[in-house]
């Protein structure tokens, strides 16, 4: 026995299988199945405690997109979201913090729609304001979306630790705001593929801009060529600069990085006379460190630059740098593995945060 279902009844079933976690599905007007694609890679990340944006990669046939939210109490009873159809391939959304919702995006051609799979999500709960020293153990958690405010700096004998999925934004109002690990100090950022560690700007996605942050800054107590009392960190203003000479241990450990990502970071505190933050700066870092799975995307100067030290690199990736992708000197002596780098375009700068390199490169080694 053949039954066909009318267009209603048929996204109704789509509602249905979705809800059930079941793959894509599409309603058309029933001449024929659908040739518009669904749209793959959703992904929501949190802007502020109420505030989401639903990304995805665009679809073949779409004419348009429908962005649909339910909550987590009536996964099969979903809401437009925008209150219109978009031709983006990102939506905003305010949302109440600490509720988990779901989100499902449509292609649009014609009279057919054809969802992806819905994706969960769960917003923050809290929020808080890290504008001191830590000078103790600290853990940051995945339920709390956490500012940097100024310099932050992690003290000799003391660890961070941050959780799987973690959000941290850096201040777009104080320039420079940046996470410090100190000589003697530790951190411990383990993300996973699937919950990643994102440091990230303050400013909601479309008006983020390299340099709206500092980024993060490594000191260990590796060995560099460079001989005397004190030779000081890029970046710093007076009195903030570190001093990392002296160093005797390749071996030594400042923590983890491990799928971690670094978005819009970067400071130019000399209006291009080479004093900087870059993405992730790493001064006499040791080999006891771990560093991978670490993107840094659209930095104002370096994505990565290391002084001296000897850290070794696993599956970094670097995506549209504001000078080099990889920057090495003072005698560094780490390996690395899987680097990749791409470069299309390089974005503009936030305003009072400095200027781009004259003369950016894939890879700079000055010995």
């Known amino acids: 026995m053949t039954v066909f279902l009318s267009t209603t009844r048929l996204v109704a079933a789509c509602a249905i299988l979705l809800g059930a976690g079941l793959g894509a599905c599409s309603s058309d007007d029933g001449n024929g199945p659908s040739t518009v694609a669904a749209p793959t890679n959703v992904a929501v990340a949190q802007n502020s405690l109420t505030s989401v944006t639903v990304s995805w990669t665009a679809a073949t046939g779409a004419a348009s997109y429908l962005v649909q939210r339910s909550a987590a109490a009536t996964p099969t009873v979903f809401t437009q979201v925008g209150g219109a159809l978009v ?13 988990t919702f779901n989100y499902r995006v449509g292609s649009v051609a014609g009279r057919d729609t054809v969802f992806a799979s819905a994706v969960s999500f769960a917003t923050g709960e809290k929020a808080a ?4 020293d830590i000078t103790a153990n600290r853990t940051l958690y995945a339920d709390t979306l956490y500012t940097l405010k100024g310099y932050i700096k992690v003290k000799s004998g003391a660890t961070i630790t941050i959780q799987p999925g973690t ?3 850096g201040d777009t ?15 411990d950022a383990q993300g996973t593929a699937a919950a990643p560690i994102v440091f990230t700007s ?3 996605a479309g008006n983020r801009k390299p340099g709206d942050w500092g980024g993060i800054i490594m000191l260990g107590n590796g060995i560099i060529n460079r001989t005397g009392a004190s030779i000081l960190t890029e970046g710093g203003a007076a009195g903030v600069a570190e001093n990392y000479a002296g160093g005797t241990d390749n071996d030594d450990n400042s923590g983890t990085l491990r799928y971690v990502r670094i978005e819009f970071a970067g400071y130019d505190i000399s209006n291009g006379a080479g004093q900087e933050l870059n993405s992730l700066s790493s001064y006499a870092v040791g080999r006891g460190t771990t560093y991978e799975y670490i993107q840094t995307m659209a930095g104002l100067d370096d994505s990565f630059e290391f002084w001296g030290g000897a850290v070794d690199l696993r599956y970094l990736v670097s995506y549209e740098s504001g000078d080099d992708h990889y920057d090495w000197t003072e005698g560094y002596r780490g390996r690395g593995q899987f680097l990749i780098a791409l470069q299309t375009q390089r974005l503009s ?6 200027v781009f390199s004259s003369d950016p490169r894939g890879f700079e080694g000055d010995g």
């Open 202 to 204: 303050a400013r909601s």
């Open 129 to 132: 304001t890290l504008q001191a």
């Open 349 to 354: 700068p936030q305003s009072g945060a400095g």
């Open 87 to 99: 031709t983006t391939t990102t939506v905003q959304d305010v949302v109440t913090a600490g509720a």
């Open 173 to 187: 109002n104080t320039v420079g705001s940046s996470l410090w690990i100190l000589r003697g100090a530790k951190i």
């Open 167 to 169: 959000r941290i934004v």
